[in-house]
């Protein structure tokens, strides 16, 4: 009983000490220490896919790295605009469910934006987009189950379409009754102290999509691959998605490229290298 004990001071020490030589990250963002999680398909999921890889997931050792607190809302990425850098996303006048230019939805999270806007917004701000399992490490937030606060979710959790919460849209229960993002926040925060993770909008992640990946590429160390591909990761679900699409193994892809098409429920957070 002594060893353990002992065991245990000592990996707390040493995870301290490893804490200790990264600077406390700017207001806004959570520094996610370095270490192995679990990800892919949670125990006792049904609703796994493949490229979600086998039930009860894989080990994948993720290093230390820093990631936004909160969706970019439409705010800041206007504040990019104005600095001669960012490009205007698809807005509220090419569609209703675009916020940019949408009144009072300033907090919302920045929407209709492709991949590549998203990361001139983000090495703006001197990060780029999380990759894939970054993002799952941080959303899970210590936990192996289908969602961190358990196997169901519903709009008490998160924003999305549970099929039965209605709002001001009537009978229609995307968006928790809304049809609509929400703006940030407006749910409780996981285990990390990171908002929106599940739902609101879906998130842009730097990965190009492979269905093997997690199995072939994360659990063997490569974090930044594939090196090519068609289509990239989205992850953490929408407000106009089901429950099953806001799991926490859930792999979404999308073009990076919208073309005429209007990504109404993608938006993105942006990662960092942890700075000593």
């Not at 125990?43 to 890889?53: F, K, L, T």
């Not at 001669?84 to 907090?107: L, M, T």
């Not at 989205?234 to 926490?248: A, C, I, P, T």
Request: include cysteine; proline fraction near 6%; glycine fraction near 12%.
């Amino acid at each position: 009983m002594m060893k353990i004990h002992s065991r245990l001071l000592c990996l707390a020490l040493l995870l301290s000490l490893t804490l200790s030589t990264y600077a406390e990250p700017p207001p806004g963002r959570v520094l996610i220490s370095a270490g192995e999680f679990r990800m892919g398909c949670s125990p006792e999921d049904p609703d796994c896919s493949d490229d979600e890889g086998d039930s009860g997931g894989v080990s994948v050792n993720v290093p230390v790295f820093e990631i936004d607190q909160y969706e970019v809302p439409v705010g800041e990425y206007r504040e990019c605009i104005e600095a001669g850098v960012c490009n205007r996303p698809k807005d509220h006048q090419r569609s209703k469910y675009c916020n940019f230019d949408a009144p009072g939805r300033e907090d919302h999270p920045v929407n209709c934006v492709d991949w590549d806007q998203a990361l001139a917004y983000c090495e703006w701000r001197g990060g780029r987009l999380p990759y894939e399992a970054e993002w799952e490490k941080a959303a899970r937030g210590r936990t192996i189950s289908r969602y961190p606060w358990g196997q169901e979710v519903d709009c008490k959790h998160a924003i999305l379409d549970d099929g039965k919460t209605l709002g001001s849209a009537g009978d229609e229960p995307d968006g928790c009754g809304e049809d609509r993002t929400w703006p940030r926040g407006q749910r409780p925060a996981n285990a990390y102290g990171l908002f929106n993770m599940y739902g609101n909008a879906g998130e842009w992640t730097m990965n190009w999509y492979a269905d093997n990946a997690i199995i072939a590429l994360y659990a063997r160390g490569d974090l930044t691959g594939p090196g090519n591909g068609k289509r990239r990761v989205v992850r953490g679900g929408s407000w106009d998605e089901n429950m099953s699409n806001l799991r926490s193994s859930y792999r979404n892809v999308k073009s990076p490229v919208s073309g005429k098409a209007v990504y109404g429920s993608i938006g993105f957070r942006c990662a960092y290298d942890a700075s000593h």
